[in-house]
């Protein structure tokens, strides 16, 4: 069987479309394994992965260690709340620290763009982005698509519309990235202010009228707000955001069409959707989050393979 053509899982930007295929023909199988009473496999017995941790979690963090698990890797958690980074310790010292311990994986989130990248090429080590400041979330990006691919059972020529804070959103950059290499139509949708100026050289639609983007879309993924990214207000005020680019239940019932309702999380209810839209039966942000297991259990067991192919 051919593996990735990658060694590190930086970003969705360096994967093919075979690749991405290969993600989810993989999760597929541990889809399965994850439903049976013994949701465990011993496939990577003799792997030890690091879960780096530099900025909060909750789903990405649970959601890998649960996938190394299920694959029976032996684990080690960080978290930099705790360690000795607050004693000036570098990115690179912490990091070959941990592998002088025999670590053959890095799974790493840090508020830094370009974080994973710079420690692909600095450390000895196969390197999986978890999200790296506005850059990437390679991870979610697979999961929204696998998500998508499992509700409307294809990617190919369907309409998504990537809705709220573009400029800040590395959900929004990988999911563009993995949506149009799958070979779906892709617009955002938000205001003037959180669009990004380089949008044009992406080849996506642009649309600030919500109505208007949803009438257009077979699927809407509503974007959090990233106010912990802002250092000056991008618009007047959260009410008026939500005005004009919130999605309550009344207006879901008005568009044309039946649409499929996409979140990262986490959610702020209330801003970018209401409770009755998160939990409709139009919503798989709990299917997105399930999904995320299967994704990610495929990612380390095919670049475990590649470091035992290598060996
Ligand atoms: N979707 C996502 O990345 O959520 P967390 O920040 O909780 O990991």
Partial sequence: MAGLSVKHLVGIKELS????????????????VINRPIKKVPS???????????????????????????????????????????????????????????????????????????????????IVNAGDGSHEHPT??????????EELGEVKDKKVVIVGDITHSRV?????????????????????TLIPKYIDELGVKVEYDLRKALEWCDVANMLRVQFERMEVN?????REYTMLYGLDGDFLHSLPNKIVVMHPGPINRGVEITSDVADSDQSIILEQ???????????????????????
């Fill in 140 to 149: 979610q990006a697979l999961l929204d698509s696998y998500s998508i691919r």
């Fill in 17 to 32: 479309k075979e690749d991405i295929n290969l993600i989810f023909q993989t999760a597929d199988n541990f889809k399965s």
């Fill in 44 to 126: 990577l017995r003799d792997i030890t992965i690091a879960n780096l941790f530099f900025e909060n979690s909750t789903r990405t963090r649970l959601s890998f260690e649960l996938a190394e698990k299920r694959l029976s890797a032996d684990i080690v958690n960080f978290s930099a709340a705790s360690s000795s980074l607050k004693k000036g310790e570098t990115l690179i010292d912490t990091v070959n620290n941990i592998l002088a311990m025999k670590v053959d994986m890095v799974v790493m989130r840090h508020p830094n763009p370009g974080a994973a990248k710079f420690l692909s090429e600095h450390v000895d080590s196969r």
């Fill in 289 to 311: 989050v399930e999904n995320g297991v299967a994704i990610r259990m495929a990612v380390i067991y095919l670049l475990a393979e590649k470091i035992k192919r290598e060996s």
């Fill in 172 to 192: 929004a950059l990988s999911n563009i990235f993995c949506l149009k290499k799958l070979g779906a139509e892709v617009m955002v949708c938000g205001p003037a």
């Fill in 234 to 238: 991008y618009f007047p005020s959260i």
